[in-house]
């Protein structure tokens, strides 16, 4: 069980947020909303891209416990998984910044506003 509980945690990840796209409320948005101002297309690639990443962790998971040896599996669950999250999540940056609205009250332009 312990090596399915990673793809058993990714799936359901994966489905929790294709099936806040499929009602058209991005869970993503629901949990950072208040954090992160993006446009509602933003929130959505971001979901999509999310729940896509859990998918191909889920299956990567299933790969290599089923491939290589208990003590690879357990390798590469704690320094394979974590990083590969990091690096993903750094790669979802630039689209945020495109679909980030700018602040209520200010013109998102950093350069106007210091003028003001």
Known sequence: FIKLKPTIVYSM?????AGGLLLRKPVLELLFGSVFNLTEQGWRKLTLRWALFFV?????????????????WVSFKAFGFLPLTFLFALAQVPLMQRHGEPE??????PEKEKQA
């Open 13 to 17: 990840f994966a489905l929790l947020l």
């Open 56 to 72: 191909a962790m889920a299956v990567l998971n299933e790969l290599v416990w089923r491939h290589v040896s208990t003590n690879v």
């Open 104 to 109: 209520a009250g200010g013109s998102g332009d």
